[in-house]
T-cell receptor
């Protein structure tokens, strides 16, 4: 059974500092991995999708890496801003069209 | 990107009543949809997989008679919480798979009084 873990569970940084969020999964047989952002009381916003054949994806200040063999992904957010404060979730999928397995999330607070 | 809608976004009901939540894929067809539940400050837990034209597949520990799922068309899945109790209060989110990624609805906040 796939298990996804995110460490740390919570993170507080001053504005401008880079953020590093970790995600690990126990079964390396994944189809892809997605990173999401969730604001309090809101739904999910997809940030980055990394397919199993890829090693990283970038979008603006966000960069996500994937090391499938070791079961790890890292989300980097450069030059953090107060608006980056949210919960970040990673999720893996075993095959196309299948269900997602989510990590517990990392709650991020960026202090101005 | 593809859009998934949910209705209602927020609902308050009394104990013992039933509540129906709709999940629609607006610009694509989905033979499968997923229903998740999220408690405050917790992650998403998959409740069931909704299959168009056939029975839903429920995760272990989810009561199929309490959480009725119907997937009558390629763009609509419904979740009905029957005989709701305060412990059913939660955030319910649906998703539909695209070719590579999952598209999520905005969620429904259910409060049972």
């Amino acid at each position: 059974k796939q298990e996804v873990t995110q460490i740390p569970a919570a993170l507080s940084v001053p504005e401008g500092e880079n953020l590093v969020l970790n995600c690990s999964f126990t079964d390396s047989a994944i189809y892809n991995l997605q990173w999401f952002r969730q604001d309090p009381g809101k739904g999910l916003t997809s940030l980055l999708l990394i397919q199993s054949s890829q090693r990283e994806q970038t979008s603006g200040r966000l960069n996500a890496s994937l090391d499938k063999s070791s079961g790890r992904s890292t989300l980097y957010i450069a030059a953090s801003q107060p608006g980056d404060s949210a919960t970040y979730l990673c999720a893996v999928i075993r095959a196309a069209g299948n269900k997602l397995t989510f990590g517990g999330g990392t709650r991020v607070l960026v202090k101005p | 990107g593809a859009v998934v809608s949910q209705h209602p976004s927020r609902v308050i009901c009394k104990s013992g009543t039933s509540v129906k939540i709709e999940c629609r894929s607006l610009d694509f067809q989905a033979t499968t949809m997923f229903w998740y539940r999220q408690f405050p400050k917790k992650s998403l837990m998959l409740m069931a997989t909704s299959n168009e034209g056939s029975k839903a597949t429920y995760e272990q520990g989810v009561e199929k008679d309490k959480f009725l799922i119907n997937h009558a068309s390629l763009t609509l899945s419904t979740l009905t919480v029957t005989s709701a109790h305060p412990e059913d209060s939660s955030f319910y989110i649906c998703s539909a798979p695209g070719r590579y990624e999952q598209y999520f609805g905005p969620g429904t906040r259910l409060t049972v009084t």
